[in-house]
């Protein structure tokens, strides 16, 4: 059976991921920060498949030790998703150091200290696939968000810099989500004013909202041997948003 590890795995999109993952038949643990009650409801809809941990990915200390608990009870994972992530929006010249720090330690340099830990253990257990959950804005910048698209542009050089040196053993990928329906999303575009809503819709070809599950589609695709000879890549969901 194969082991999947997702961060940020109890909410969200990263909630929908852990969920596919423990359908097709995954033991899964998912990572969590804080949020208890989001936990506890991820693990009794993952009937008897998925474990909630917590792990802040901005800390070493608890990073290594969860990392070390997670080989020890279940071998090595075959799937990472690093998928937890924060936006601390503000203009650029509003932006303090903090808003800086705190998005590039959960964004990047968590998905790096994550991967770091457990891919010596998948790659000599046969290897797998890393997907990073990054964002369109990695690619096209936004207002207000320097903090946010840096650290996923950084997500998305890591990436390939990873698939160059853990192939043949490791496939890793990007996956970028559009405009996708979460609480997060809603609450910082205010998405539930029809007219706001209305004016983001009018942007997207498809004319909707990304569903948690459209993720999942493609998560599915890039952990599966369907996507086999897929590596380095970058897998963008978004209804059509934005064209490269
Ligand atoms: P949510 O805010 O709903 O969920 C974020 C998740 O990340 C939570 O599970 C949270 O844990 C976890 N998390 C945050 N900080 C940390 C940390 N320091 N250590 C461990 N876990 C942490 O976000 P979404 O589901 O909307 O987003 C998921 C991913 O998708 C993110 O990487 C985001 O950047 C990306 N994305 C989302 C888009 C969207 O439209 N929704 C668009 C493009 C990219 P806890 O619940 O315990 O606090």
Not at 151 to 180: D, Y
Not at 232 to 244: K, P, S, T, Y
Request: hydrophobic letters at 40%; one cysteine or more; charged letters at 20%.
């Amino acid at each position: 059976m194969t082991m999947s590890v997702v961060s940020g795995g109890t909410r969200g999109i990263g909630q929908a991921l852990s969920l596919r993952l423990a359908a097709l038949g995954h033991q899964v643990v998912a990572l969590y920060r804080g949020d208890e009650n989001a936990a506890q409801q991820t693990v009794r809809a993952g009937d008897g498949r998925i474990e909630a941990l917590r792990c802040d990915v901005t800390r070493p200390d608890e990073i290594r030790s969860v990392c070390a608990r997670i080989t020890a009870e279940h071998g090595a994972p075959g799937v990472l998703v690093n998928n937890a992530g924060v936006n601390r929006d503000r203009p650029f010249l509003a932006m303090t150091g903090e808003d800086w720090d705190t998005v590039l330690a959960t964004n990047l340099s968590g998905p790096f200290r994550l991967s770091r830990a457990l891919a010596p253990a998948m790659a000599a257990a046969g290897g797998g696939s890393i997907v990073n959950v990054a964002s369109t804005t990695a690619i096209r910048p936004r207002a207000d968000g320097a903090n946010y698209c840096a650290s996923k542009a950084g997500l998305l050089q890591l990436t390939k810099c990873m698939a160059l040196e853990l192939a043949p053993h490791i496939r890793v990928n990007a996956l970028l989500p559009g405009f996708t329906d979460t609480q997060e999303v809603t609450e910082r575009y205010r998405l539930d004013e029809p007219s706001r809503r209305a004016a983001v819709l009018e942007t997207i070809p498809e004319r909707r909202l990304g569903t948690v599950a459209d993720i999942a589609d493609a998560l599915e695709f890039l952990v599966t041997a369907r996507s086999g000879y897929v590596t380095g890549q970058q897998l963008i969901v978004d209804g059509g948003h934005f064209m490269g």
